[in-house]
């Protein structure tokens, strides 16, 4: 089992704190809902964890180690997937910069190969998205922090973008903390929802 541990962790924009002394503990086989008002901090958190974020106070480990470069086997996954893709790359490339899924793989997420001639401004919101999560999936990854990934689909594709995302995450041992403002949702997917309020002072 693999275990992603946050401890005492603190962090503020200057002067502006934003989390104090927060604990958080999940594994991979679970799929965990963060709930946070607008503006809480959520965001903040998640580029804690993936490390996009490295000047805090305390730790975040995964099996009691820090990240100390190599592959970071904390994965974000954003919600506005076009701001994290080059423009300039076709989606083949996009996707192979990380890895290549097999046809079960693909064919969960729906992923058409006529899609990866294309670049990212020729494929709508929810297609990049699904890029986006199957890029995340590598097999190296063993969490999955999914960042308000579906607030700007419809209701139909944040269904199935869901489904596809927890199958594979699931066949693959790969936690997901969904972080959300989206109540419904979290019940809805999550196994347990936790509140960013209730894991910190
Ligand atoms: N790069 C930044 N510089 C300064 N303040 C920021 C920055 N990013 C976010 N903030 C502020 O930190 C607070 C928490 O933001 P965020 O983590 O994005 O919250 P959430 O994701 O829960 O909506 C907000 O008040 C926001 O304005
Ligand atoms: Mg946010």
Same mark, same amino acid.
């Given at each position: ?45 998640? +580029? !804690? &964890?993936?490390? @996009?974020?490295?000047?805090? %106070? ?10 100390? #470069? ?33 046809? +079960? !793989? &693909?064919?969960? @997420?729906?992923?058409?190969? %006529? ?10 919101? #929810? ?43 699931? %066949? ?30």
């Amino acid at each position: 089992m693999d275990v992603m541990k946050a401890e005492k962790v603190s962090f503020g924009y200057g002067s502006h704190k934003i989390l104090q002394n927060l604990n958080f503990e999940m594994n991979n086989n679970q799929v965990i809902g963060l709930f946070g008002d607008s503006g809480s901090g959520k965001s903040t958190l998640c +580029k !804690i &964890l993936t490390g @996009f974020i490295t000047d805090y %106070e305390g730790e975040v480990t995964v099996n009691g180690q820090k990240h100390n #470069g190599g592959y970071n086997p904390i994965q974000l996954i954003y919600q506005h997937p076009e701001k994290v893709m080059n423009p300039r790359w076709k989606m083949k490339d996009v996707l192979e910069e990380s890895w290549m899924p097999d046809e +079960k !793989i &693909l064919n969960e @997420f729906g992923i058409k190969k %006529e899609w990866f001639k294309r670049y990212p401004s020729e494929l709508s919101g #929810g297609e990049l998205q699904r890029f986006s999560i199957l890029r995340a999936l590598n097999p190296k990854t063993k969490f999955i922090i999914a960042d308000e990934i579906s607030t700007m689909l419809d209701a139909v594709t944040q269904v199935q973008i869901w489904e596809s995302l927890l199958t594979v995450a699931r %066949e693959n041992n790969v936690g997901v903390l969904l972080v959300s403002h989206d109540k419904r949702l979290i019940n809805r997917i999550s196994d347990e929802m936790v509140y960013l309020s209730d894991i910190t002072d």
